[in-house]
């Protein structure tokens, strides 16, 4: 197989991720037993066997049937597995894992007997869309995996984990840095990503303007969402919007859902929040959350060259050298841990550990054009949903990128979210 194809280095590389993505997730799956595996945690999320095979039959569908021009090799599965086939409460009746592992073995056994012979170049945005679908749904069986343990009443508090912290710039002597703030200054910058790789809700790439803005350096720790919460946070409601207070009501949470008491992970970024938690934690410090803009801007422009960085660090791809993500390391890390993946602006953190909130609405950039079908992004352009930027310890790498936008209803906490905040200059 790479002999063959060796003549294209565009499919040497899409070979090379398409393995490379789908060992991790055969790796995901040492994690499972008969129960979690068809189990549904949580009413928003499905369960693991169903984005297995979900990831099985988007595969199939696009690159054998829709590109390939070949029949479908499990019709069976059409219904089970497509994205609008069945309400998620549903989806618990599936396939046991030995079928499911077939089943991907089978599909992606043919997927490259077709990039053998595939003229790759008009093609190659659906192959990458594709390895980045795969990557997508693996961070939510990180979820569903988290969930799962939760609901067991298994899940670990402080577990023992090696870090990183060779090059840390922060520690408990020091907590102090991480209310930190670099100052933004007015201007110009890129927004958006016309790169082969961006998703559709990411173009066009186009010019904003920003008024000079303050933001935090680093995410907000438990340390400091300890003090909120110490501080009756949960309990006051001068804190909360209108709406955060009525889902505070109606859910009655007193901590984030990720929450860690062992006094260890203070310099963790608080993870496991909704949009109201922090945009309440916000107005306690006086402060706000960054719009998407002001966090891209923050992240990715280098004033200095006057372009934009894929990476806060530049075009080299994530590692540990930079970001913890990929799983590399299987939980939060301690802020500051990656003084070499520092933004242009300074801000460290900005890839990786916690995916954070901002204060914007999902919604299109001029000229957007849906990619490769109307439901990827543009039925979530509802003024309901909102952005989050940077990823997770758990987003992978091919996702992992400073223009990259998730989004989710406010009140979405089982999403590994943290966020940072900021201030406007009058």
């Known amino acids: 197989m790479i002999s063959k194809l060796s003549k294209s280095s565009t499919k040497e590389f899409i070979h090379f991720a398409l393995n490379e993505c789908r060992e991790k997730t055969l790796k995901l799956l040492s994690e499972l037993d008969d129960i979690t595996f068809c189990s549904q945690y949580h009413p928003d999320f499905s369960p693991v066997g169903w984005h297995l095979g979900h990831i099985a039959y988007t595969e199939s569908l696009w690159l054998l049937e829709h590109s390939a021009g070949l029949k479908c090799l499990f019709p069976e599965y059409r219904k089970l597995f497509a994205a609008d086939g069945l309400p998620k409460s549903e989806r618990v009746k599936l396939p046991n894992l030995t079928e499911i592992r077939y089943y991907l073995q089978t599909v992606r056994e043919k997927v490259l007997e077709y990039l053998e012979v595939v003229d790759i170049e008009p093609q190659e945005r659906l192959w990458r869309f594709l390895i980045q679908h795969e990557s997508q749904h693996c961070e939510i069986l990180s979820y569903v995996l988290e969930l799962s ?97 009525q889902w505070l009501q109606t859910e009655q949470v007193t901590q984030p859902l990720y929450w860690h008491s062992d006094r260890s992970y203070d310099d963790h970024p608080v993870c496991g929040v909704s949009w109201y938690e922090a945009d309440a934690y916000s107005r306690f410090v006086g402060k706000r959350l960054p719009t998407e803009a002001e966090w891209e801007k ?20 994530p590692s540990l050298k930079y970001c913890n993500c990929d799983r590399l390391i299987g939980q939060t890390s301690p802020v500051g841990n990656y003084p070499e993946g520092q933004s242009p602006y300074g801000l460290l953190d900005t890839l990786g550990n916690v995916w954070e909130w901002t204060a914007s609405w999902f919604t299109p950039y001029q000229g957007f054009q849906s990619y490769p079908y109307v439901g990827y992004s543009q039925v979530y352009f509802d003024n309901k949903h909102r952005v989050l930027k940077g990823g997770s310890w758990a987003t992978r790498l091919w996702v992992a990128r400073c223009s990259f936008r998730n989004w989710y209803y406010p009140s979405v906490r089982q999403v590994f979210t943290g966020f940072r905040c900021a201030t406007s200059v009058n």
Request: proline content about 3%.
């Open 149 to 245: 343990k939760i609901g067991k009443g298994a899940r670990v508090q402080g577990k023992n984990i090696k870090l990183n912290t060779q090059h840390s710039t922060l520690s408990t002597q020091h907590s102090a840095l991480s209310t930190q703030m670099v100052m933004i200054p007015a201007g110009e910058f890129e927004m958006g990503n016309n790169s082969i790789d961006a998703l559709d809700n990411e173009s066009l790439c186009h010019r904003v303007y920003l008024n000079t803005y303050w933001i935090d350096r680093y995410p907000v720790t438990c340390r400091q969402y300890r003090e909120f919460m110490a501080a009756g946070g949960y309990e006051n409601p001068e804190w909360w919007s209108e709406a955060g207070l």
């Open 298 to 317: 923050a992240a990715s422009w280098d004033a200095q060259a006057q372009r934009r960085r894929t990476y806060p660090w530049g075009e080299e791809m």
